[in-house]
């Protein structure tokens, strides 16, 4: 039977004064809420892997730990699992915008078009459409 990995950082020791300073920074939270998850490529996700896969990676040992935890933890799993979505959304992104752009297009091209018609050929440089 496989042994999961434990914990590195359960014999590290923890300098709770900057993980403070770096938790309650002015721009921290504001830097995970416009976090740009778009941006979330494969091997982000393989590099939090066997962080996600501990036995102690869970929000029940981040509660414990501290509150501001148990947050990060939720964010870092939230992330890794929006990934394993939006990498199946995200070409469907792609395909609208480029569908948006050709919709306009044709509505311009159109809209010339019937521009033209109700306008007499010498009147068409002095009408509104």
């Not at 609208?96 to 009147?123: P, V």
């Amino acid at each position: 039977m496989e042994q999961r990995p434990t914990c590195p950082l359960k014999d590290f020791h923890f300098n709770k004064v900057l993980f403070l300073q770096l938790m309650s920074g002015g721009g921290f939270l504001t830097n995970l809420m416009t976090f740009p998850k778009d941006m979330i490529n494969e091997e982000t996700v393989e590099l939090l892997e066997p962080y996600l896969s501990m036995d102690d990676f869970n929000m029940e040992t981040a509660k414990r730990v501290c509150g501001d935890v148990a947050g990060l933890t939720s964010w870092v799993q939230a992330m890794a699992y929006f990934y394993g979505i939006n990498k199946e959304v995200l070409p469907l992104k792609v395909c609208a915008s480029c569908s948006q752009t050709k919709l306009a297009s044709a509505l311009t091209k159109e809209s010339y078009s019937r521009a033209k018609q109700w306008c007499s050929c010498s009147q068409f440089l002095s009408c509104p459409f």
